[in-house]
């Protein structure tokens, strides 16, 4: 029998409370290098998939650290994705206030609420540990289509497109901006 935290989609099924959010480190490097050298997984991305261990323990040691909030997604424990939150303060003081999220879950586990899940996780521990936030918000290509309903799903508002925002892999984007308040209700 299925709980209702379980789904069971195609052959395989994931219990959702065994989902959680702990600090990335050095032991995670061959899981991260799963989901870091997978096409499908970049092709939304801003890097292209890595083509060596030693770009998996950069990112792990120097990329990662300087987010302002940063967690693998573990299931079980097996680190398979990551989700983050950039300060958007670095070079505009007036947006201290205010962070991008970022993700990635493992193409092997996509379609399973596994993203939905962290991403209302993440919002949460967000606003609780970084007390000056005010503002979560993320871009999303208009191609990206999953992306753009895991955030729906979590709660966040639409807020409009990006006309060719972005140059990205040889092509102008087109990003649609979705954004959480503090202040909305969380879900
Ligand atoms: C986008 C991504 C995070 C979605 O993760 P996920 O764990 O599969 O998402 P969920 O299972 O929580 O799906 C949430 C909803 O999106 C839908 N969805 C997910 N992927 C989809 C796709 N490719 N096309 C259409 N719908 C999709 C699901 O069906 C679900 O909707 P439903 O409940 O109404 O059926 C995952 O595909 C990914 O890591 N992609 C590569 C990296 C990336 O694009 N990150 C985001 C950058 S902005």
């Known amino acids: 029998m299925i709980s209702t935290n ?3 989609i195609a052959d395989e099924t994931i219990d959702l409370t065994q ?3 702990r600090p990335l480190n050095l032991s995670d490097l061959d899981d991260l290098m799963v989901w ?3 096409e499908k997984v970049a092709k939304f991305c801003s890097w292209e998939p890595y083509t060596s261990k030693e770009e998996g323990i950069n990112f792990i040691q120097n990329i990662a650290t300087k987010f302002a909030w940063c967690r693998a997604i573990y299931l079980n424990d097996r680190a398979i994705g990551c989700i983050s939150l950039t300060s958007n303060s ?7 206030k205010s962070a991008e999220l970022g993700y990635v879950v493992g193409s092997k586990y996509w379609g399973k609420g596994i993203a939905t899940q962290v991403v209302k996780q993440a919002v949460k521990d967000g606003f609780s540990e970084l007390t000056q936030l005010m503002r979560v918000e993320a871009l999303v290509d208009v191609e990206n289509v999953g992306s753009q309903r895991v955030l729906e799903k979590a709660g966040f508002q639409r807020e409009g497109i990006l006309r060719k925002y972005i140059f990205l892999k040889g ?10 308040l ?3 209700p969380h879900l």
């Open 171 to 180: 092509k102008g984007r087109d990003m649609v901006i979705f954004s959480f």
């Open 19 to 21: 989902i959680s959010l």
């Open 182 to 184: 503090s202040s909305d």
């Open 36 to 38: 870091t050298t997978d």
């Open 6 to 8: 379980q789904m069971e």
């Open 90 to 96: 670095e070079h505009d003081k007036t947006r201290e």
